[in-house]
Nanobody, 123 residues
Framework: QVQLVESGGGSVQPGGSLRLSCVVSGYTSSTYSLAWFRQVPGKEREGVAAVSSASANTYYGDFVRGRFAISHDKSKNTLFLQMDRLKPEDTAMYYC????????????????WGQGTQVTVSS
């Protein structure tokens, strides 16, 4: 059984930083995409960042603009999202997800999801 557990969300002032973590258990294939998505009530889920088993490349949503960094510690089966220079518009529920295929970006291609961790950016 594949499980994803996020942590690290919270409340922060504009310009601050947070580091999200996602522990992945039960997924044994060497082929995967790992990603962070976010969603605000009433809006569609959007991709934040992704990393793939097929290459060392990372992918980011246009709104990230160099502020976030995704990383994957394979030894700990943990996915991270370092978020710096946070803005109020970054306020959302953040989800990590796993796709059974590499090189995937869109949420429909992801098979396993965590419960989410809330990020609130407000002064």
């Amino acid at each position: 059984q594949v499980q994803l557990v996020e942590s690290g969300g919270g409340s922060v002032q504009p310009g601050g930083s947070l580091r999200l973590s996602c522990v992945v258990s039960g997924y044994t294939s060497s082929t995967y995409s790992l990603a962070w998505f976010r969603q605000v009530p009433g809006k569609e889920r959007e991709g934040v960042a992704a990393v793939s088993s097929a290459s060392a490349n990372t992918y980011y949503g246009d709104f990230v603009r160099g502020r976030f960094a995704i990383s994957h510690d394979k030894s700990k089966n943990t996915l991270f999202l370092q978020m710096d220079r946070l803005k109020p518009e970054d306020t959302a529920m953040y989800y990590c997800a796993v796709s059974r295929r590499s090189g995937k970006w869109y949420s429909d291609d992801y098979n396993y999801w965590g419960q989410g961790t809330q990020v609130t950016v407000s002064s």
